[in-house]
Nanobody
């Protein structure tokens, strides 16, 4: 059974930091490109960051470049999103995504709220 379980969300003040984790199981993790997406109320689900199978390549949305870092641990089948200098506009539900050709999986999401 495929599972992607996100954790680490919560309430944080502007300028603060959070680290999201996504634990994967049920599929060959290192075969998949891993990504984080986010969706705010009334908005589409947008790509935040993506990391290649062995971590050699990373892509980021312009809005998070220099503040967020994506990493993966293929030994423990986990992908991380370190979020620094958080802003109110980062408030959203964050989703973990696993993708290979013709196949994609999603987690259930974790809420991140940036507010004073």
């Amino acid at each position: 059974q495929v599972q992607l379980v996100e954790s680490g969300g919560g309430l944080v003040q502007p300028g603060g930091s959070l680290r999201l984790s996504c634990a994967a199981s049920g599929f060959p993790f290192s075969n998949y490109v891993m990504s984080w997406y986010r969706q705010a109320p009334g908005n589409e689900r947008d790509l935040v960051a993506r990391i290649s199978r062995f971590g050699r390549n990373r892509d980021y949305a312009d809005s998070v470049k220099g503040r967020f870092t994506i990493n993966r641990d293929n030994r423990n089948d986990t992908v991380y999103l370190q979020m620094n200098s958080l802003k109110s506009e980062d408030t959203a539900v964050y989703f973990c995504n696993a993708q290979e050709t013709g196949r994609a999986y999603w987690g259930q999401g974790t809420q991140v709220t940036v507010s004073s």
